[in-house]
Antibody
Framework: EGQLVESGGGLVQPGGSLRLSCAASGFTFSASSMIWVRQAPGKGPEWISYIDKRSSVIYYADSVKGRFTISRDNAKNSLSLHMNSLRDEDTAVYYC???????????WGQGTLVVVSS | EIVLTQSPATLPLSPGERATLSCRASQSVGGYIGWYQQKSGQPPRLLIFDAFNRANGIPARFSGSGSGTDFTLTISSLEPEDFAVYYCQHRSAGSGYTFGPGTKLEI
């Protein structure tokens, strides 16, 4: 099993922007589809975005569509999430996750906390 | 959109006892259900995929069963480290991933 390390979280005002990053190691990142999942305080996990290994297939949850953009750099073993027009309800721990067969979540990073508040 | 419900919401048990957790889908999902364990302050961990297959490193006391709309996660004899929140999960083809609301297994 490999390792995923998220970074870039923090406090941001409503309407602001933030860019999250995920550094991958210990597995063939370029052969793996990747996912972002978030978890609001005291709530269950919520899938928010998927990107396949070539960046040719991308999905977003309705809750973030048009505001968030997922991308990857296979040369740098890196996954990103650009978040715009942030809202209070986007407050959550954001996890970088390796996809398993486009059906399950194989393994997860430790997460990075995003707090949207004025 | 497929909705997953889990029962019970909370399951109070003691170490050594058997735990049975339920997950029901609003329509048939075949066998494409996963189960995850989440301990406080940690990310979820994959336990079971495709309804009954244990993920790497998962102890044999964890087992999954079911198909169609009704699924069960069974922990045959609870260890102290098993007390956590458990989620079931499904992904519909060409669509997003859905989690159930979770079952909290407490001492």
């Amino acid at each position: 099993e490999g390792q995923l390390v998220e970074s870039g979280g923090g406090l941001v005002q409503p309407g602001g922007s933030l860019r999250l990053s995920c550094a991958a190691s210990g597995f063939t990142f370029s052969a793996s589809s990747m996912i972002w999942v978030r978890q609001a305080p005291g709530k269950g996990p919520e899938w928010i975005s998927y990107i396949d290994k070539r960046s040719s297939v991308i999905y977003y949850a309705d809750s973030v569509k048009g505001r968030f953009t997922i991308s990857r750099d296979n040369a740098k073993n890196s996954l990103s999430l650009h978040m715009n027009s942030l809202r209070d309800e986007d407050t959550a721990v954001y996890y970088c996750v390796k996809d398993m067969w486009e059906r399950f979540f194989d393994f997860w990073g430790q997460g990075t906390l995003v707090v949207v508040s004025s | 959109e497929i909705v997953l419900t889990q029962s019970p919401a909370t399951l109070p048990l003691s170490p050594g006892e058997r735990a049975t957790l339920s997950c029901r889908a609003s329509q048939s999902v075949g066998g494409y259900i996963g189960w995850y364990q989440q301990k406080s302050g940690q990310p979820p961990r994959l336990l079971i995929f495709d309804a009954f297959n244990r993920a790497n490193g998962i102890p044999a006391r964890f087992s999954g069963s079911g198909s169609g709309t009704d699924f069960t996660l069974t922990i045959s004899s609870l260890e102290p480290e098993d007390f956590a929140v458990y989620y079931c999960q499904h992904r519909s083809a060409g669509s997003g991933y859905t989690f159930g609301p979770g079952t909290k297994l407490e001492i």
